[in-house]
């Protein structure tokens, strides 16, 4: 079902990870000059009460660092559950400017895989622009 939902909303994917990357630092993104500029459909994800990650090196007021960590943080949360093909295909998919954040196990990604907070993210990536 996973790789059924991923190839039909496949542009959604970038979208998702971002949104989970916002999810996972509200706290320090509610807090910082970047918030207010937000769009409408982050701000109301945002109100969603998802864990947050511990303390990050990621820029909250840079877009570009919160999607590379929102990849990061979904390529290994999904990797066991994604065929390789999917998988090779997603980490093109998710590339960008920013440096990858960091492996599942280090200390940014301790805990379980959100799969609540990715499949919200997937829903609500259709009305971020």
């Known amino acids: 079902m996973l790789t059924e939902r991923l190839v039909a909303g496949w542009s959604r994917l970038p979208g998702a990870a971002y949104l989970v ?39 909250v007021e840079d877009a570009d660092s919160l999607r590379a960590w929102g990849a990061a943080y979904l390529l290994a949360g999904l990797q066991e559950q994604m065929p390789p093909w999917l998988r ?6 998710l590339a960008g400017p920013a440096q990858p954040a960091p492996a599942r196990g280090s200390a940014e990604f301790a805990g379980p895989f959100d799969i609540t907070c990715f499949w919200s993210a997937w829903n609500h990536a259709a009305n971020v622009s």
Do not use: E, I, N, W
């Open 88 to 93: 090779a295909r997603a980490q093109l998919c």
């Open 21 to 59: 990357a916002c999810a996972k630092h509200r706290h320090r993104l509610m807090g910082s000059r970047a918030f207010v500029g937000l769009p409408r459909p982050v701000h109301a994800f945002l109100r969603l009460p998802f864990a947050t990650c511990g303390p990050t090196a990621v820029d």
